[in-house]
């Protein structure tokens, strides 16, 4: 597929009284057109920087960065009628009607007025939100401002549409409803979607691919299931009627091949090991053939937030809560 955002070596110093501060140093990748790529990282980590250059929001202090195949430095205008942007604030006026926002915005796209009303109408069916256009702004609830958010960026029918943290502050069902229609829109579309979020299962479930940025760096880029099997294995959790039968156990996870990380805390054994849903019921066999009885056990499959863990040192979860 043809390349949709090529990045180059893209560098991004900033001055401070302490001295520069690099918070972009030499990301390259290549993103082709319709594929949906969840771009995360800990807060300060330089996404929102990136995210910024390749939308012409800043300029790179070196590098270069190619949109739809339009230079982001050279060809800013030509970019950002590529693009469509829906950044973590609102985007509406309060006191603004919705209508009157996405008329607006069709305006500064340079759409005629006719092809403005009639694309506004579009997306107001698409989105749900038709019967709300005389409504302001500030009466909508917090899924129905961010679906407008989305209508403002889609006005011009871009390419390439940024989402920065598009579902932060809503309601799981809000979440859920505003992603089946972004969903729908990419189905009917084919568009490009360049996606930071802090939601790692909208990272997994909505995601073909998944890059992790830290210390200015990608240092992780692959699709959610290749990273995750880059872990090595399941943790599994067994738990017994008594610690002595926990630490009978713990002896034949040794064994097992492959298995790490085995512990025992009082009356429950956890380690770590490939196929464990699998290995899982071969293990309690083994237990009860050596007169061990397992009272409970739960597999646990490696989760976006455990690479994230094991890539950063940090939990990505606990960043969003900060």
Same mark, same amino acid.
């Given at each position: 597929m043809p390349t949709a955002i090529q990045a180059r070596e893209l560098t991004r110093t900033f001055k401070t009284k302490a001295g520069? $501060?690099?918070?972009?140093?030499? $990301?390259?990748? %290549?993103i082709r057109e319709g594929e949906l790529v969840a771009f995360l990282g800990p807060n300060g980590a330089g996404k929102s920087t990136a995210?910024?250059?390749?939308? *012409?929001?800043?300029?790179? =202090? =070196?590098?270069?960065?190619?949109?739809?195949?339009?230079? $982001?430095?050279? @060809?800013? &205008?030509?970019v950002r009628k590529k693009i469509g942007y829906v950044g973590q604030g609102t985007g509406s006026g309060p006191y603004h009607r919705v209508l009157d926002e996405l008329l607006v915005q069709g305006a500064a796209q340079r759409m005629e007025g006719r092809a403005a009303r009639q694309r506004a109408g579009e997306l107001l069916g698409m989105l749900e939100l038709d019967g709300l256009e005389k409504r302001d702004c =500030?009466?909508?609830?917090?899924?129905?401002?961010?679906?407008? +958010? $989305?209508a403002l960026g889609l006005m !011009?029918?871009?390419?390439? /549409?940024?989402? %920065? @943290?598009? *579902?932060?502050?809503? %309601?799981? !069902?809000?979440?859920?409803?505003?992603?089946? !229609?972004?969903?729908r829109l990419r189905r009917q579309s084919g568009m490009t979607i360049f996606l930071t979020t802090h939601y790692l299962d909208e990272a997994d479930s909505m995601a073909e691919r998944v890059m992790?940025? &830290?210390?200015? #760096?990608?240092?992780? +880029? &692959?699709?959610?299931? #290749?990273?995750?099997?880059? /872990?090595?294995? +399941?943790? /599994? %959790?067994?738990?017994?009627?008594?610690?002595?039968?926990?630490q009978s156990a713990a002896a034949l996870a040794g064994n097992v091949p492959g298995a790490r990380d085995v512990a025992v805390a009082d009356n429950t054994l956890r380690f770590v090991a490939a196929g464990g849903e699998a290995l899982l019921p071969r293990f309690i066999r083994e237990a009860a053939a050596a007169g061990i009885d397992v009272a409970a056990a739960n597999v646990h499959r490696p989760t976006l937030d455990n690479v994230f863990l094991s890539l950063t040192g940090r939990s990505l979860r606990e960043q969003a809560a900060a």
């Open positions: 520069p $501060v690099e918070a972009v140093r030499g $990301v390259s990748f %290549d995210t910024r250059m390749l939308t *012409t929001l800043l300029p790179p =202090s =070196s590098g270069a960065a190619r949109i739809a195949g339009f230079d $982001v430095q050279r @060809e800013p &205008d030509a =500030s009466s909508l609830s917090g899924g129905q401002k961010r679906r407008l +958010d $989305v !011009h029918t871009p390419q390439i /549409l940024f989402l %920065d @943290e598009p *579902t932060t502050g809503l %309601d799981p !069902h809000s979440r859920a409803n505003l992603w089946e !229609h972004i969903t992790i940025m &830290d210390g200015g #760096k990608v240092i992780a +880029d &692959d699709t959610p299931e #290749k990273l995750k099997a880059n /872990l090595g294995g +399941d943790t /599994l %959790d067994l738990r017994f009627g008594a610690p002595a039968e926990a």
